[in-house]
């Protein structure tokens, strides 16, 4: 096989030092040696090589630089992929923003916000429950003592509801229609 040192050093830069590029400007020049080492063992050889080490120099050398091309392909694939990312979320920002923070279904004719509408006076539910009834948690009791404490609301609305109706005296009944 014939020498094929010389091809690793750039015609155009005989001095270069590899170290001192950047990745891009390492990506290119490796890229050169290749593709000059792969003209060379091809032209040398009048066409393809017919021997087996000479076949798999030029498969080797036309793999690598396979392999850094779909890489680049891969890493502008990305980068596209990243700058759509990044302008979609620039959109849901700047919608954000637009909209002060609210949520879009709650804004009318754009940025301006749809006006709290007023629900009035909430109803009062004091007196209606026994005490301790309206408070969240746990309460450990007996259904006994919850018929107990039932009864008494019972009792009163029955009383205010036959007061309503006119009903008085020993008509009132005490206990809850079963």
Excluded: C
């Excluded at 680049?72 to 923003?97: F, G, Y």
């Excluded at 909209?99 to 004719?109: A, D, Q, R, V, Y």
């Excluded at 509801?161 to 079963?178: C, N, S, V």
């Amino acid at each position: 096989m014939e020498d094929i040192s010389n091809v690793f050093i750039d015609p155009e830069n005989p001095e270069i030092d590899y170290a001192e590029l950047d990745f891009d400007e390492q990506l290119k020049h490796t890229q050169r040696i290749k593709g000059r080492v792969l003209h060379k063992l091809i032209s040398d050889t009048s066409g393809l090589p017919t021997d087996k080490d000479g076949v798999e120099l030029i498969l080797k050398v036309a793999d690598s630089m396979d392999k850094t091309t779909i890489a680049k392909k891969r890493l502008a694939v990305d980068a596209k992929s990243n700058d759509d990312a990044s302008s979609i979320l620039n959109a849901i920002v700047q919608l954000v923003q637009s909209t002060g923070g609210k949520h879009p279904s709650l804004i009318e004719n754009g940025a301006n916000p749809v006006a709290n509408q007023d629900l009035g006076e909430l109803p009062s539910f004091e007196g209606t429950h026994a005490e301790g009834e309206a408070e969240i948690g746990v309460i450990v009791e007996t259904s006994d003592n919850f018929t107990r404490r039932m009864d008494v609301i019972n009792r009163e609305n029955m009383q205010r509801r036959a007061e309503e109706m006119g009903i008085t005296g020993d008509d009132i009944p005490t206990e809850t229609p079963a």
